[in-house]
């Protein structure tokens, strides 16, 4: 059994941290019976979080919804289990599936807040776009990369905010040209 995967849990920060993961993996990793355990469980975790309804049991059921692009991977998921590399924790998601639902939610009650703070809080010793550093080449990018992880804030990733009008900007390259 690996000790990497023993204890891996993955709960994305927000809706976009979840799109972005999965889609960087499902890049990297277009064929599950080739990707190693922790990618597959940052795979999985994501899956639950996006689609809170899908349930493991259920991936044979053509009643229980999953698309099919999703069904190698939770195949793959299942062999790990079956094979005792990963534990029911992880086969079965719920923290990452509860975020989910919480984080579609308007308003949160105080102990649903203190609970998804607790998972955020659990997750944080992973910079936010740590998928995007397995990506790359970091001894060539990290002052470009750092810029990401080091702004982050509660309620998700980093976002640039927008530039100023385009009017500004034309305006200032007309003087720059005089």
């Given at each position: 059994m690996n000790d990497q995967t023993t204890n891996a849990v993955f709960i994305p920060d927000s809706v976009?941290?979840?799109?972005?993961?999965?889609?960087?993996?499902?890049?990297?990793?277009?064929?599950?019976?080739y990707s190693n355990s922790l990618s597959l469980l940052k795979i999985w975790h994501c899956i639950a979080y996006l689609n809170p309804g899908l349930h493991p049991d259920e991936i044979d059921n053509p009643q229980g919804g999953w698309p099919a692009q999703y069904i190698p991977y939770a195949s793959a998921i299942w062999k790990l289990h079956?094979?005792?590399?990963?534990?029911?924790?992880?086969?079965?998601?719920?923290?990452?599936?509860?975020?989910?639902?919480?984080?579609?939610?308007?308003?949160?009650?105080p102990e649903e807040a203190e609970r998804r703070k607790a998972l955020c809080d659990a997750m944080s010793v992973e910079p936010i776009y740590?998928?995007?550093?397995?990506?790359?080449?970091?001894?060539?990018?990290?002052?470009?990369?750092?810029?990401?992880?080091?702004?982050?804030?509660?309620?998700?990733?980093?976002?640039?905010?927008?530039?100023?009008?385009?009017?500004?900007?034309?305006?200032?390259?007309?003087?720059?040209?005089?």
């Open positions: 976009y941290h979840a799109r972005s993961v999965l889609n960087g993996l499902l890049a990297q990793h277009p064929k599950p019976e079956d094979t005792g590399e990963i534990n029911d924790d992880q086969l079965y998601p719920a923290d990452a599936q509860w975020a989910g639902l919480c984080d579609q939610l308007d308003e949160l009650t740590q998928h995007i550093l397995e990506m790359i080449d970091t001894r060539e990018a990290q002052g470009r990369i750092s810029v990401f992880y080091t702004h982050r804030d509660s309620k998700g990733p980093y976002v640039p905010r927008p530039r100023a009008d385009k009017t500004d900007c034309a305006a200032d390259r007309t003087k720059m040209l005089r």
